[in-house]
């Protein structure tokens, strides 16, 4: 390790970097060599993803050496995601595309919605959720009460005799599930269970037997997808979801017991080291059951020891936004902000602004961060690295914000085999390029007046407004280059990109 640290500090593509960079470089974007055990040097990662985005996206030469040279100085960066896995063989099959992307948004609809989101987690995508009544009005009403046992413990068949796919027979009221020792086994039995309370088939209560034994344990590695097994929450993720569905029989869920089901499942994925948190769920502004979820989540018992209330601890699993569809009143915006300074919580948006600049009519589906707008979408990323970049450099900004471009353009080539997913490709294809380091790009392009200007709190004084003519100048500039960029590369494979032109955001970065 001592030595591949040297060789790539001694190559200088690391070097410039904070002194974090190398931990979280190995625990997150460094994958273990299969040939010989070791992680792999920032160039190998390099490599590897750059050689996927040429298969994937058609590059032409001149095309992959400008995002080689931006990637290997870390001016320009593919997603997080795509470091991850992007060149690898499992990345290159359909059913794992949705690996390769930080953002996604869900309409929920019906039970598999909330599969296919359980699926995305594990992937390690962030899931967005609109849980407003017009979609979850779809899903039928409760009429099944559920009676989860466990059965067999996870990892006692050997591994050569593990299934990977999920078994469920019915049996009049009884329902067996062998949960498959697979990324779509777990998701098929946690959909599963949903699916049998509202399943007219039965006649009574069902009782359900949950067998976790074909499961591999703790400390397994995941081939393919990378890292290690880690089912430590799964057992009780049975029970936890008929618990929350029982207390719903004879109606439709509400918006808050949707969010609990799919966070459970989220926290079932983040307990197994898949990712960390990340999530968005959406409620109508008038659902107040939504807006105080998680109002007094800790709580004092009689020794005064304060926790967190048990039955509402997955939902700080996501972030929560009520959707207004009128624009808010100045009271509706005051007590919204002044919850978020208070509690972190409360936050609102307009469905409106939210739609004029997606140009579409109930487009104002989010990522978990909030940033990216659309209905059942993925969003790729890419990051431009401001504070590597000289700001009196225009041809290395132009060559930085194209290398960004191309490399979230490539990934509109996938086709998903998820029908809602594959139509908003086709209808509102969307890329997002982020940029960090604004901040000390600023400092090193204005100087000290600026700084002074900044910390005045920027008033609108004669310098300020030319300041802020510069910043946008620069801004301008960016969104251009992304523009031209990514116009152009699908104007050049229109035979195989999506028949809409694509819609892209020049961000500021979040935690996606």
Not at 39 to 51: I, M, S
Not at 301 to 312: A, F, M, S, V, Y
Not at 395 to 413: I, P, S, Y
Request: contains cysteine; charged residues 25%.
């Amino acid at each position: 390790m001592v030595q591949e640290l040297s060789r790539t500090r001694s190559k200088g593509s690391l070097s410039a970097t904070s002194p974090t960079a190398y931990p979280v470089f190995y625990r997150t974007y460094s994958r273990k060599r299969e040939t010989d055990g070791n992680r792999e040097t920032w160039e190998q990662v390099c490599d590897r993803t750059l050689k996927g985005l040429i298969e994937l996206g058609q590059l032409s030469p001149a095309e992959a050496d400008l995002i080689r040279r931006m990637q290997y100085q870390i001016k320009a960066l593919p997603s997080g995601r795509w470091l991850w896995v992007g060149g690898t063989d499992w990345s290159q099959q359909p059913e794992n595309f949705s690996g390769a992307y930080n953002c996604t948004s869900t309409n929920v609809t019906d039970w598999q919605a909330f599969g296919l989101m359980m699926d995305l987690a594990m992937m390690g995508c962030g899931t967005g959720a609109v849980l407003e009544p017009k979609y979850i009005s779809q899903i039928p009403a409760i009429r099944n009460r559920l009676s989860v046992t466990m059965q067999g413990a996870i990892g006692t068949t050997p591994p050569e005799q593990r299934h990977q796919v999920t078994a469920v027979t019915v049996n009049g009221n009884q329902v067996k599930i062998r949960v498959g020792d697979s990324r779509r086994g777990w998701v098929k039995s946690y959909q599963t269970i949903l699916e049998m309370s509202t399943d007219e088939r039965f006649s009574g209560d069902v009782e359900i037997i949950v067998n976790l034994s074909d499961v591999r344990p703790a400390g397994e590695k995941l081939k393919g997808f990378g890292g290690v097994a880690n089912p430590v929450k799964l057992p009780g993720l049975y029970n936890r979801c008929a618990n929350i569905l029982n207390k719903a029989l004879g109606r439709q869920l509400n918006s808050v017991e949707c969010c609990l089901l799919i966070d459970e499942a989220a926290a079932c994925v983040v307990a197994g080291n898949i990712r960390r948190s990340a999530g968005m769920r959406q409620f109508d502004s008038e659902d107040t059951l939504a807006a105080n979820a998680k109002d007094n989540l800790w709580q004092q018992d009689e020794n005064g020891n304060w926790r967190i209330d048990p039955e509402r601890d997955s939902l700080r699993m996501a972030n929560h936004t009520r959707v207004y569809h009128h624009k808010p009143s100045q009271a509706e915006v005051t007590a919204a902000v002044r919850k978020q300074f208070y509690s972190g919580e409360g936050a609102i948006q307009w469905a409106g602004e939210a739609e004029r600049r997606a140009q579409g009519k109930n487009c104002y589906g989010l990522n978990p961060c909030g940033e990216i707008i659309g209905q059942n979408f993925h969003c790729n990323l890419a990051e431009i690295h401001l504070n590597q970049i000289d700001p009196e450099n225009l041809q290395e900004q132009t060559e930085a914000f194209k290398a960004g471009a191309l490399a979230v353009a490539a990934l509109l080539n996938h086709q998903f085999e998820e029908p809602r997913y594959q139509q908003s490709r086709l209808e509102d294809p969307i890329v997002g390029v982020s940029f960090t380091g604004l901040f000390d790009f600023f400092v090193q392009a204005f100087g000290v007046d600026w700084l002074r200007w900044w910390e005045a709190g920027r008033p609108e004084t004669e310098a300020g407004l030319a300041f802020k003519q510069k910043e946008a100048a620069f801004l301008s500039r960016w969104k251009d280059i992304v523009h031209e960029t990514v116009g152009d590369y699908c104007d050049r494979i229109s035979s195989s990109a999506p028949t809409a032109a694509p819609r892209f955001s020049l961000r500021a970065p979040s935690r996606c």
